[in-house]
């Protein structure tokens, strides 16, 4: 059973670097059957899609926040990464990594990790 | 960017009550929209995908139709363990996949 479980700072101060890590059991971010991505939910509102990759194949990005993200794979540690750049208090959410299908018929999200909170303060 | 607007924003039925949401498209997605629900303190859940299609695991108390702009899942039996905020999101596009503003669905 594939697991997603999110790592990193719950604190971060204005204009430093966000980064999280996404470190993945039960699959392989090497694989090119599936997307591997964030997606962020600020305090008490909806869900916003942040990017996905999908390993030596295609990186899509928000393009609200096109210019501030990376996303990569390691598929040496099984795991993948958001890097956010010059973070601000709007960028206090709630961040889950996420596994989708990829193909042409893919694009939904099958696999959730539990969320970690990241507050910029 | 496709908008997706869910309604109603908040629901209240009772038990055993066959309980609709709505999504729409601010233009045609096909059929490539799924539903999620996410309970309290938990991440979401993928229920259906591809507008109809129930995701393995899922009560077949939900269902989902709809194609192009407007699109509904439904729960035929209100249970309590429903109670959940659901989610839309199409991915139509994949340069910029977007999710509704979420119903959120209580027991009267």
């Known amino acids: 059973q594939l697991q997603l479980q999110e790592s990193g700072p719950g604190l971060e101060e204005p204009s430093e670097t966000l980064s999280l890590t996404c470190s993945v059991s039960?699959?392989?971010?090497?694989?090119?059957?599936?997307?591997w991505g964030w997606i962020r939910q600020s305090p008490g509102k909806g869900l916003q899609w942040i990017g996905t990759?999908?390993?030596?194949?295609?990186?899509n990005y928000n393009p609200s926040l096109k210019t501030r993200v990376t996303i990569s794979v390691d598929t040496s540690q099984n795991q993948f990464s958001l890097d956010l750049r010059s973070v601000t208090a709007a960028d206090t959410a709630i961040y889950y990594c996420?596994?989708?299908?990829?193909?042409?018929?893919?694009?939904?999200?099958?696999?959730w990790g539990q969320g970690t909170l990241v507050t910029v303060s | 960017d496709i908008q997706m607007t869910q309604s109603p924003s908040t629901l209240f039925a009772s038990v055993g009550d066959r309980v609709t949401i709505t999504c729409r498209a601010s233009?045609?997605?096909?059929?490539?929209l799924a539903w999620y629900q996410q309970m309290p303190g938990k991440a979401p859940k993928l229920l259906i995908y591809?507008?109809?299609k129930l995701e393995s695991g899922v009560p077949p108390r939900f269902s989902g139709s709809g194609s192009g702009t407007e699109f509904t899942l439904t729960i035929s039996s209100l249970r309590p363990q429903d109670v959940a905020v659901y989610y839309c999101q199409q991915y139509n596009s994949y340069s910029l996949l977007t999710f509704g503003g979420g119903t959120k669905v209580e027991i009267k």
């Open positions: 233009q045609s997605i096909s059929g490539w």
């Open positions: 039960g699959g392989s971010v090497g694989s090119k059957s599936y997307y």
């Open positions: 996420v596994r989708g299908e990829s193909g042409d018929s893919g694009g939904y999200f099958n696999y």
């Open positions: 990759v999908c390993y030596g194949e295609s990186t």
């Open positions: 591809q507008g109809s």
